[in-house]
């Protein structure tokens, strides 16, 4: 049994019964005992292992869990029918330390719609369930299920009977997500007063639904009101709008350690891995922007905000990605400055001297006003088109195309040489073909196209891919890249780079005629 102390917090994690009982979710037993491993490194108190009595396969998941993982106590669920308990019993029976959950429903819709049993009928069926429960395992929660709905004199009722009948851990759910933070403190500061009666072996817990977006801060409350047992699901899954996350639980506690007084055992260097896994198995993808694990919760993009965590940390984060197993990053986007970008270099080994740091910047915002986010691959094909080429040479300044299935493709270049801006227009047997032609206008020279490849390297509709030459002038090859958003605006980019090595090469860098 795990007794609370006064400032001690138990995660009981119930990804695995009320998680796996999300639509769409489906376990199997060596799924279940992979999580269980998993939420046992990340050391929460107890862990759900499931609903025996719902079917043969989550018996055999919870009896494996029992088994084979040490650690937490390993619950098992089980409505007031004995044949509940019973099976419950079993499944848990090998644990190092078990325990039996039984609920019960108390507010009146619950009673008169769906048992069809009278309030005294229901106190019954808890006193002998929870006394069979007890009898058979040392260690016993109660539930009154919806009891934000029910008569809160009700609720103290059952859960003093629960508590006479062996049960030594009394859960408060908010089965519909219906409650707010203020209400819930008052019903669980009145259950934390009545029904322990100063008995400290008796755990308070609230077990909260996000039907309105409110089940963390709903548990919250109830530790600020003396709940020392949370129930939780890794990710938030459950039920509908799913369960308090444990993930955020966990971090809110030790983030405002200031403001909650309570410790927890987890490791929460194991969160991301948990986070991770339980998306694989249940196929319940994470929202980018979900606190604490989302792919975004420590990524920065603002400019402003990228120049504040590159000098400090904590200029614009309020826990160390470290710390539950993530790392910062800065997402190269429209909205990241020279900071970031100078950061995002030297990560990748990368010195720019001035001139081709600008111009590398400068093609990077260009690019990342059309992309949105540029990874490290396009940052590296940005790096190699403009320093790939002395700072004054020839520089593509417009591509227009036009024609297409019944017109001639015909493209039409502008570039700068020095100052003196060009304009050739060509046709083509294609729009790369005719952007080729006139662009050896544009230079003066001809050249031979002998190698052309195209490589995309990001998905979606306005992926980026990157263009390789290789051309031929005289006896001479050679190469180039582009990288743009369009392919044959990269391959025209490809293009200049080849035709401007090719001309240093045939007069030295602005001599000779064009
Ligand atoms: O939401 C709920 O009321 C439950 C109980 C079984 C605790 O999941
Ligand atoms: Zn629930």
Excluded: W
Excluded at 127 to 141: K, P, T, Y
Excluded at 262 to 276: H, L, P, Y
Aim: charged share 25%; with cysteine; hydrophobic share 40%.
């Amino acid at each position: 049994m795990t007794t609370a102390t006064a400032d001690r917090l138990i995660i009981f994690d119930t990804s695995l019964r009320d998680g796996e009982q999300a639509p769409g979710i489906a376990l199997s037993p060596d799924d279940k005992v992979a999580v269980a491993a998993q939420l046992a490194r990340l050391k929460v108190d107890v862990i759900e292992a499931g609903f025996p009595a719902s079917s043969p396969g989550d018996f055999e998941a919870v009896h494996r869990i029992a088994t084979e993982v040490k650690g937490p106590i390993i619950a098992a669920l089980a409505r007031t029918h004995p044949d509940d308990i019973d099976r419950a019993a079993a499944a848990v029976a090998p644990a190092e330390r078990s325990r039996i959950h039984v609920f019960q429903s108390t507010s009146p819709i619950h009673m008169e719609q769906m048992l069809n049993m009278t309030p005294d009928e229901v106190l019954t069926s808890i006193a002998d369930s929870v006394a069979r429960a007890r009898g058979l395992c040392e260690d016993v929660e109660f539930s009154p299920q919806d009891a934000t709905r029910s008569d809160p004199d009700f609720v103290i009722e059952a859960c003093k009977v629960a508590v006479a009948a062996g049960a030594t851990t009394i859960n408060i759910p908010d089965t519909v997500g219906y409650t707010m933070p203020d209400e819930f403190a008052a019903l669980i500061g009145r259950v934390a007063e009545e029904v322990r009666e100063g008995r400290d072996d008796i755990v308070i817990s609230t077990h909260c639904h996000n039907d309105l977006g409110m089940a963390v801060a709903n548990s919250l409350a109830a530790i600020a009101a003396g709940a020392r047992q949370i129930e939780c699901a890794v990710n938030g899954i459950g039920e509908r709008a799913g369960n308090t996350s444990t993930e955020e639980i966990i971090m809110a506690v030790k983030t405002r350690h200031d403001h909650y007084p309570v410790t927890v055992a987890a490791d929460t260097t194991q969160i991301f891995e948990t986070s991770r896994l339980v998306s694989r198995l249940t196929g319940y993808p994470v929202q980018y922007n979900k606190a604490v694990v989302g792919r975004n919760a420590f990524a920065h993009e603002a400019g402003i905000h990228q120049h504040g965590v590159l000098k400090s940390r904590q200029t614009y984060e309020i826990m160390d990605p470290a710390d539950v197993g993530q790392h910062s990053s800065l997402v190269l986007g429209k909205h990241s400055g020279r900071a970031a970008f100078s950061d995002a270099l030297s990560k990748m080994g990368v010195r720019l001297e001035d001139v081709d740091f600008q111009r590398a910047f400068d093609r990077f915002k260009e690019l990342a006003d059309r992309k949105g986010e540029i990874s490290e691959e396009g940052l590296k094909a940005i790096i190699e088109e403009e320093t790939g080429i002395a700072a004054d040479v020839v520089k593509l300044v417009g591509l227009h195309l036009r024609g297409g299935d019944q017109e001639p493709p015909v493209a039409t270049v502008r570039v700068t040489r020095g100052d003196e801006p060009i304009e050739t227009s060509a046709e083509g047997d294609g729009m790369v073909n005719a952007a080729f032609v006139a662009l050896q206008d544009a230079f003066g020279f001809p050249a031979t196209l002998l190698d052309y490849r195209v490589v995309p390297f990001t998905s979606g509709a306005d992926a980026m891919a990157e263009v390789s030459v290789i051309i031929q002038t005289g006896p001479t090859t050679y190469s180039g890249r582009g990288v743009s958003t369009d392919v044959v605006e990269g391959s025209a980019r490809a293009f200049v780079a080849a035709l401007n090595k090719a001309m240093i090469d045939r007069n030295g860098a602005l001599g000779g005629d064009r």
